[in-house]
């Protein structure tokens, strides 16, 4: 391949350069809180309040600028209904839904994996207390 026929670094999308947007969207997925939303809207589209019940421990504040990252991310969409009192509903687009079944198949693998884990951690802290 010739230099002219190389692709500029702008042009090369991978996760692993700083500048990428996939690399940026990455970030944003992977934050504890997005990770939950998503799976929380994998299993419907949800009101505010009721994913900040649904997602235990999130903040009126944290869970808002969440779901901003990721309706800027193009992963969810906020749906405000003409009614009184307002109504906003939040959903995923096609690409968050795809997110969130790769996030649900990551979730299922810790959860079935949970007491492993648990031991591993006891051992970990045992070792570590003892050293």
Request: no cysteine; proline share 6%; aromatic share 8%.
């Given at each position: 391949?010739?230099?002219?026929?190389?692709?500029?670094?702008?042009?090369v999308t991978s996760v692993?350069?700083?500048d990428c947007t996939s690399r940026a969207a990455l970030e944003?997925?992977?934050t504890k809180w997005s990770s939950?939303?998503?799976?929380?809207?994998?299993?419907?589209?949800?009101?505010?309040?009721a994913l900040r019940r649904k997602v235990e421990g999130v903040s009126e504040k944290m869970l808002s600028q969440t779901l901003q990252t990721l309706e800027r991310d193009g992963m969810v969409t906020r749906e405000v209904h003409?009614?009184?009192?307002?109504?906003?509903e939040?959903?995923?687009?096609?690409?968050?839904?795809?997110?969130?079944?790769n996030l649900r198949t990551l979730a299922d693998l810790l959860e079935a994996s949970a007491d492993g884990i648990g031991a591993s951690r006891a051992t970990y802290d045992e070792a570590r207390a003892t050293a």
């Open positions: 391949m010739t230099d002219q026929e190389t692709p500029s670094n702008e042009l692993f350069a700083r944003d997925v992977s939950l939303a998503l799976l929380a809207l994998g299993e419907g589209d949800f009101r505010f309040n003409s009614t009184i009192p307002p109504r906003v939040y959903s995923l687009t096609a690409l968050g839904a795809l997110v969130a079944e």
